[in-house]
């Protein structure tokens, strides 16, 4: 599990993963391109470590060109959600709804590139309450690596992300809720393109 969410019966808290830097690979950056975006078997999560702007970098042997990447975020997906069955809940069953947004979840993040003059910003995302986050660039970006920056989070102090995937399209394809989704409306985290 990527954390433990305690209820007691008056409020719901959340405790971060029990973590040894360097004893363990469960949390480890190699987890967010295993190909698995969720708990299965094992977390399948990268949880960085406590400090300000925590970063997770992509770096290939060859400069790539890319245009989309899609941000598979940690939402708490191990926490209870009530069903429409609650008349069949048993007494263990019962919890109290957590308030807020999960704290885990990336709130404020950035996608950088390396440049003659050190690393600049491609895209960024402001304000973020969905798991997939799909983050473009505005024009097709070639370089040797990618890194994600955490700016904030919604009160945690780790970054916590499931998978990273580095796309270059020629047609961008809509997902519902992302910029290009016309049916989304407005009500979505702000994202902007830098190019």
Known sequence: MPGVLCSRADR????????????NHFYEPANVVDGVSRIWR????????????????????????????LLYLDPDLSMELP???????DEHHKFALRAGMPP??????????????????????EENWQRLVRLDTGKPVT????????????GDERAHLFEMRVYHWENQPS???????????????KQTSIG
């Open 42 to 69: 094992q977390p399948h999560l990268w949880c960085s470590a406590t400090e300000a702007e925590p970063w997770l970098e992509l770096r290939w042997d060859a400069p790539r060109t890319f245009t989309t990447i």
């Open 143 to 154: 370089a040797p690596a990618v890194r994600l920056v955490c700016e904030e989070t919604w």
């Open 104 to 125: 885990q979840l990336m709130r404020r993040f950035r996608l950088e590139v390396p440049g003659p003059e050190g690393w600049h910003t491609v895209a960024r995302c």
């Open 12 to 23: 719901p808290e959340y405790a971060d993963p029990f973590w040894l830097p360097g004893k």
């Open 175 to 189: 997902f519902p809720g992302t910029p290009g989704d016309e049916t989304a409306g407005s009500d979505r985290s």
């Open 83 to 89: 069903s429409s069955h609650a008349h069949r809940w």
